[in-house]
Protein backbone atom coordinates (compact mmCIF):
# COMPACT_ATOMS: atom_id res chain seq x y z
CA UNK A 1 0.00 0.00 0.00
CA UNK A 2 1.44 3.43 -1.21
CA UNK A 3 0.11 5.73 1.32
CA UNK A 4 1.56 9.19 2.19
CA UNK A 5 0.61 8.38 6.27
CA UNK A 6 1.27 5.46 8.17
CA UNK A 7 -0.09 7.36 11.51
CA UNK A 8 -2.66 9.42 12.82
CA UNK A 9 -2.15 10.69 16.13
CA UNK A 10 -5.54 12.80 17.71
CA UNK A 11 -5.35 15.09 20.38
CA UNK A 12 -8.14 14.38 23.11
CA UNK A 13 -9.99 16.70 24.65
CA UNK A 14 -11.76 19.08 22.10
CA UNK A 15 -11.40 16.45 19.20
CA UNK A 16 -12.17 12.59 21.04
CA UNK A 17 -14.41 14.50 23.36
CA UNK A 18 -15.33 17.59 24.52
CA UNK A 19 -14.11 17.93 28.22
CA UNK A 20 -13.23 21.58 26.89
CA UNK A 21 -16.66 22.81 28.92
CA UNK A 22 -15.74 20.91 32.06
CA UNK A 23 -12.01 22.55 32.21
CA UNK A 24 -13.92 25.82 31.41
CA UNK A 25 -16.24 25.28 34.53
CA UNK A 26 -13.84 23.87 36.65
CA UNK A 27 -11.32 27.37 36.48
CA UNK A 28 -14.19 29.34 36.65
CA UNK A 29 -15.25 28.11 40.26
CA UNK A 30 -11.68 28.73 41.15
CA UNK A 31 -11.43 31.73 39.53
CA UNK A 32 -14.21 32.85 41.57
CA UNK A 33 -13.13 31.52 44.84
CA UNK A 34 -10.13 33.65 44.33
CA UNK A 35 -12.20 36.70 43.36
CA UNK A 36 -9.90 36.89 39.95
CA UNK A 37 -11.84 38.28 36.90
CA UNK A 38 -12.00 34.48 34.46
CA UNK A 39 -14.09 34.32 30.59
CA UNK A 40 -14.30 33.04 27.67
CA UNK A 41 -11.40 35.09 26.39
CA UNK A 42 -8.96 34.11 28.65
CA UNK A 43 -10.24 30.00 28.59
CA UNK A 44 -9.85 30.08 24.91
CA UNK A 45 -6.01 30.89 25.59
CA UNK A 46 -6.13 27.42 28.03
CA UNK A 47 -6.63 25.11 25.05
CA UNK A 48 -3.93 22.64 24.79
CA UNK A 49 -1.78 23.82 27.65
CA UNK A 50 -0.81 22.21 30.73
CA UNK A 51 -2.75 22.93 33.74
CA UNK A 52 0.19 24.71 35.50
CA UNK A 53 0.84 26.97 32.84
CA UNK A 54 -3.38 27.54 32.81
CA UNK A 55 -3.17 28.32 36.17
CA UNK A 56 -0.33 30.85 34.94
CA UNK A 57 -2.41 32.65 32.28
CA UNK A 58 -5.25 32.89 34.93
CA UNK A 59 -3.34 34.48 37.72
CA UNK A 60 -2.43 37.28 35.38
CA UNK A 61 -5.94 38.97 36.43
CA UNK A 62 -5.28 38.38 40.13
CA UNK A 63 -4.57 40.87 42.35
CA UNK A 64 -2.52 39.39 44.69
CA UNK A 65 0.75 37.28 43.94
CA UNK A 66 0.91 33.36 44.80
CA UNK A 67 3.24 31.32 46.11
CA UNK A 68 4.84 28.26 44.35
CA UNK A 69 2.77 26.17 47.06
CA UNK A 70 0.00 27.97 47.04
CA UNK A 71 0.04 27.66 43.50
CA UNK A 72 0.29 24.13 43.68
CA UNK A 73 -2.62 24.04 45.37
CA UNK A 74 -4.81 26.05 43.13
CA UNK A 75 -4.12 23.67 40.78
CA UNK A 76 -4.55 21.03 42.91
CA UNK A 77 -8.49 22.53 43.62
CA UNK A 78 -8.88 23.17 40.02
CA UNK A 79 -8.01 19.55 39.06
CA UNK A 80 -10.63 17.76 41.63
CA UNK A 81 -13.75 19.90 40.89
CA UNK A 82 -12.77 18.72 37.31
CA UNK A 83 -12.18 14.91 37.91
CA UNK A 84 -15.65 15.31 39.88
CA UNK A 85 -17.32 16.68 36.61
CA UNK A 86 -15.39 13.77 34.58
CA UNK A 87 -17.48 11.14 36.70
CA UNK A 88 -20.35 12.31 34.56
CA UNK A 89 -18.55 11.17 31.06
CA UNK A 90 -19.88 8.36 28.74
CA UNK A 91 -19.16 6.56 25.75
CA UNK A 92 -21.75 9.28 24.68
CA UNK A 93 -19.58 12.13 25.05
CA UNK A 94 -17.71 11.02 22.10
CA UNK A 95 -17.58 14.24 19.99
CA UNK A 96 -19.82 12.76 16.52
CA UNK A 97 -18.47 10.85 14.25
CA UNK A 98 -15.50 9.44 16.22
CA UNK A 99 -16.37 5.81 16.67
CA UNK A 100 -17.05 5.23 13.27
CA UNK A 101 -13.76 7.74 12.04
CA UNK A 102 -11.37 5.37 14.10
CA UNK A 103 -12.72 2.23 12.95
CA UNK A 104 -12.48 3.17 9.71
CA UNK A 105 -8.80 3.82 10.16
CA UNK A 106 -8.18 0.81 11.94
CA UNK A 107 -9.58 -0.82 8.41
CA UNK A 108 -7.27 1.09 6.50
CA UNK A 109 -4.40 -0.17 7.83
CA UNK A 110 -3.28 2.64 10.32
CA UNK A 111 -2.24 2.86 13.51
CA UNK A 112 -3.78 5.16 15.95
CA UNK A 113 -2.52 7.28 18.81
CA UNK A 114 -3.67 9.40 21.18
CA UNK A 115 -1.54 12.91 21.97
CA UNK A 116 -2.62 15.07 25.02
CA UNK A 117 -1.11 17.60 27.00
CA UNK A 118 -4.35 16.35 30.15
CA UNK A 119 -2.86 14.19 32.78
CA UNK A 120 -6.21 12.91 33.23
CA UNK A 121 -5.83 11.10 29.65
CA UNK A 122 -6.21 7.46 31.16
CA UNK A 123 -9.09 8.74 33.04
CA UNK A 124 -10.98 9.92 30.45
CA UNK A 125 -10.16 7.20 27.89
CA UNK A 126 -11.77 4.58 30.69
CA UNK A 127 -15.00 6.91 31.28
CA UNK A 128 -15.49 6.67 27.30
CA UNK A 129 -14.98 3.26 26.52
CA UNK A 130 -11.35 3.65 24.98
CA UNK A 131 -9.05 2.11 27.70
CA UNK A 132 -6.75 -0.06 25.59
CA UNK A 133 -7.66 0.74 21.71
CA UNK A 134 -5.23 2.83 20.85
CA UNK A 135 -1.77 1.68 19.69
CA UNK A 136 -0.40 4.13 21.73
CA UNK A 137 -1.07 7.19 24.41
CA UNK A 138 1.59 10.07 25.23
CA UNK A 139 -0.08 11.93 27.31
CA UNK A 140 0.73 15.29 30.39
CA UNK A 141 2.23 12.07 32.41
CA UNK A 142 4.71 11.01 30.20
CA UNK A 143 6.42 15.04 28.75
CA UNK A 144 7.96 17.87 30.54
CA UNK A 145 6.83 20.47 27.99
CA UNK A 146 3.44 20.78 27.09
CA UNK A 147 2.14 22.12 23.79
CA UNK A 148 3.50 23.95 21.78
CA UNK A 149 6.53 22.30 22.56
CA UNK A 150 6.54 19.21 19.88
CA UNK A 151 7.72 16.41 22.94
CA UNK A 152 3.91 14.83 23.29
CA UNK A 153 3.74 14.40 19.54
CA UNK A 154 7.44 12.80 19.17
CA UNK A 155 6.42 10.62 22.21
CA UNK A 156 3.59 9.31 20.37
CA UNK A 157 5.71 8.81 16.85
CA UNK A 158 8.08 6.98 18.87
CA UNK A 159 5.71 4.58 20.71
CA UNK A 160 4.36 3.63 17.42
CA UNK A 161 7.75 3.33 16.05
CA UNK A 162 6.47 5.69 13.01
CA UNK A 163 8.96 8.80 11.75
CA UNK A 164 7.66 12.40 11.86
CA UNK A 165 6.67 12.68 8.67
CA UNK A 166 4.75 9.72 8.50
CA UNK A 167 2.51 11.03 11.11
CA UNK A 168 -1.10 13.07 10.71
CA UNK A 169 -2.23 14.93 13.79
CA UNK A 170 -5.62 16.15 14.92
CA UNK A 171 -5.83 19.17 16.86
CA UNK A 172 -8.57 21.85 17.74
CA UNK A 173 -6.26 24.01 19.80
CA UNK A 174 -3.15 26.56 17.78
CA UNK A 175 -0.99 25.09 20.71
CA UNK A 176 -1.10 21.50 19.50
CA UNK A 177 -1.21 22.70 15.90
CA UNK A 178 2.39 24.49 16.41
CA UNK A 179 3.32 21.61 18.47
CA UNK A 180 2.91 19.03 15.49
CA UNK A 181 4.84 21.28 12.74
CA UNK A 182 7.53 21.46 14.70
CA UNK A 183 7.33 18.04 15.06
CA UNK A 184 7.49 17.72 11.54
CA UNK A 185 3.77 16.27 11.02
CA UNK A 186 1.59 17.20 8.87
CA UNK A 187 -1.83 18.81 10.98
CA UNK A 188 -5.61 18.29 10.11
CA UNK A 189 -7.28 21.12 12.02
CA UNK A 190 -10.95 20.52 13.79
CA UNK A 191 -13.20 23.62 15.41
CA UNK A 192 -10.99 26.56 16.36
CA UNK A 193 -7.80 25.71 15.14
CA UNK A 194 -9.45 26.00 11.62
CA UNK A 195 -8.46 29.61 11.43
CA UNK A 196 -4.46 28.45 12.39
CA UNK A 197 -2.58 29.21 8.53
CA UNK A 198 0.19 26.11 9.62
CA UNK A 199 -2.77 23.38 9.38
CA UNK A 200 -2.52 20.97 6.07
CA UNK A 201 -6.20 20.19 6.11
CA UNK A 202 -9.04 21.79 7.71
CA UNK A 203 -11.99 19.38 9.42
CA UNK A 204 -15.56 20.60 9.69
CA UNK A 205 -16.30 17.08 10.90
CA UNK A 206 -13.97 14.63 12.06
CA UNK A 207 -15.19 12.10 9.42
CA UNK A 208 -13.55 14.54 6.90
CA UNK A 209 -10.42 13.12 7.88
CA UNK A 210 -11.20 9.67 5.66
CA UNK A 211 -10.78 12.16 2.63
CA UNK A 212 -7.10 12.76 3.20
CA UNK A 213 -5.52 9.41 4.40
P1 LIG B 1 -5.14 18.24 32.84
P2 LIG B 1 -5.59 18.21 25.11
C1 LIG B 1 -5.49 19.65 27.37
O1 LIG B 1 -5.95 18.52 26.67
C2 LIG B 1 -6.61 20.68 27.49
O2 LIG B 1 -6.98 21.17 26.19
C3 LIG B 1 -6.15 21.85 28.34
O3 LIG B 1 -7.20 22.78 28.49
C4 LIG B 1 -5.70 21.32 29.71
O4 LIG B 1 -5.21 22.37 30.52
C5 LIG B 1 -4.61 20.26 29.51
O5 LIG B 1 -5.10 19.21 28.67
C6 LIG B 1 -4.14 19.67 30.82
O6 LIG B 1 -5.20 18.93 31.38
O7 LIG B 1 -5.38 19.31 33.83
O8 LIG B 1 -6.25 17.23 32.75
O9 LIG B 1 -3.79 17.60 32.98
O10 LIG B 1 -6.36 19.21 24.30
O11 LIG B 1 -4.09 18.31 24.93
O12 LIG B 1 -6.11 16.80 24.94
MG1 LIG C 1 -7.46 19.83 22.45
Not at 155 to 176: H, R, T
Amino acid sequence: MNKRYQAVIFDLDGVIVSTDHYHFLAWSKLAEQEGIEFNEQINHRLRGVSRMESLEIILEKAKKSYTQDEKRKLAERKNEVYRSLLGQLNENDMLPGVPETLSALRERGYQIAIGSSSKNTPVILERIGLSGYFDAVADGNGIVHSKPDPEVFLLAASQLGVPSAACLVVEDAEAGVIAAKRGGMAVAAIGEARSCKEANYSLETIADLLQYV
